[in-house]
C-alpha cells in the first residue's frame, strides 16, 4: 500500500511512533529472518508508524549495501497496513543515494538524521535539506538534533521551497524555537517528539500541540508504551505519574550511566523480553549483568508478563 504525503502525515500525527531495532547474528552481520520476526511481533501492537533504520535501529552502523536489506525487510512486512519510514543521513550526497534507496525499497518516507559531524551554517543546513528532498517524491521529516538544527525562518523559508517537507522532529528541547516553529507554520507540518525517552517530555509537548513522539520501549513492552501514550491524550495524570515514578525515572538514571545505552538498553530489554535483536556494534557497548537485572526488575514492575525465564 502506498502512502500519500497526507496519509503519511496523518499517521505521524495521529498515534505512537517508534524505531524497530535492527537484528544482528553473533558476528555482527544483518540477521534479517529475526528482523522481519520483530517486525511481524511488533506491528499488531499498533503503533501508527514504523521507522526502518532510524536511530534506535543503529543507521550510523549499517553499511550502504545493508541499508537496502534493511528497508525493504521492513516495507515487505509491514506496509500493506503500517507506513515505513526510512532514516537517512550523513553527508549531502550520501544522504541523497540513502532517500533514493529507501524510495526504490518501499518507504513511505524519509526521517532526515543529522549530517556527519561538522558544524554547519543556517544557509548549509538548509541546502542540505532541500537537496535531499528535491531527491525524491518521499515526505522528508526533518529531525532537528545535534549539529544539524534550523531556526524557525529558516524552516519558514524551506517549506515554501519543498512541498514534499511534511514534518519536523524536535530532538532538542528548546521550547521557545519549538513554540517559534509551530505558532509560525501551524498545521503546514506534524510536529514530532524525538527527545531520548521521549515519554519524559511528552505531557508538555502535547500542551505545545506535538501530539505525538517516538517509543524506543514499544521494541519490548509495547503495551506499557501504549498505556502510556494513551494516558497523555486522556490527561490520565494518574497513571502518568505512576508510570514516571516506577519505571520511565529510573529507566533514565539506567541509560545515563553510559554514553550509548539509549540503543544498548533497549536491545538488552527486547533479549528480556524473548525478542532478542543481538548485539549492538560497535562503538556501542553492551550493559553489564548487573545493570541487565536492573533493567529486568523495571519491567517486572509494569508488565511482568513480558519477562521470558
Not at 534493511?70 to 543515494?97: M, N
Not at 509551530?182 to 498545521?187: A, F, K, Q, T, V
Not at 515514578?245 to 550509548?260: E, T
Request: proline share 4%; aromatic share 10%; charged share 20%.
Amino acid at each position: 500500500m502506498y502512502f500519500d504525503h497526507a496519509e503519511l502525515k496523518h499517521r505521524l500525527g495521529n498515534g505512537l511512533l517508534s524505531f524497530p531495532v535492527t537484528d544482528f547474528k553473533a558476528d555482527g552481520s544483518f540477521n534479517e529472518a529475526t528482523y522481519r520476526g520483530r517486525l511481524q511481533w511488533l506491528q499488531p501492537f499498533g503503533a501508527s508508524v514504523l521507522f526502518a533504520a532510524g536511530g534506535t535501529g543503529e543507521f550510523f552502523s549499517i553499511e550502504q549495501d545493508e541499508y537496502a536489506q534493511v528497508v525493504r525487510a521492513a516495507t515487505d512486512e509491514c506496509r500493506k497496513e503500517t507506513p515505513i519510514v526510512a532514516g537517512v543521513g550523513q553527508g549531502t550526497r550520501a544522504a541523497i543515494g540513502y532517500a533514493r534507496a529507501a524510495e526504490e525499497n518501499g518507504a513511505s518516507g524519509i526521517l532526515l538524521m543529522p549530517h556527519y559531524l561538522t558544524e554547519a551554517s543556517q544557509d548549509g543546513i538548509a541546502a542540505h535539506i532541500e537537496a535531499v528532498c528535491r531527491s525524491t517524491k518521499l515526505g522528508v521529516v526533518v529531525y532537528n538534533r545535534a549539529q544539524s538544527q534550523v531556526n524557525a525562518d529558516t524552516l519558514a523559508r524551506l517549506v515554501e521551497r519543498c512541498p514534499n517537507l511534511i514534518g519536523f522532529k524536535d530532538g532538542v528541547g528548546n521550547i521557545e524555537l519549538m513554540m517559534s516553529i509551530y505558532h509560525r507554520l501551524g498545521d503546514r507540518l506534524v510536529y514530532l517528539g524525538g527527545l531520548p525517552t521521549a515519554e519524559i517530555f511528552a505531557p508538555a509537548y502535547l500542551a505545545m500541540g506535538v501530539n505525538t513522539y517516538s517509543s524506543a520501549v514499544f521494541n519490548f513492552i509495547p503495551k506499557t508504551a501504549l498505556r502510556f501514550y494513551e494516558a497523555c491524550r486522556a490527561s490520565d495524570t494518574a497513571t502518568i505519574k505512576d508510570l514516571l515514578n516506577r519505571f520511565y525515572f529510573p529507566l533514565i538514571a539506567l541509560r545515563n550511566r553510559k554514553a550509548g545505552y539509549a540503543v544498548s538498553m533497549i536491545k538488552a530489554g527486547a533479549t528480556l523480553v524473548g525478542h532478542t535483536a543481538g548485539p549492538v556494534r560497535s562503538p556501542l557497548t553492551e550493559l553489564n549483568d548487573a545493570e541487565v537485572q536492573i533493567l529486568a526488575d523495571l519491567i517486572r514492575a509494569v508488565e511482568p508478563e513480558a519477562l521470558k525465564g
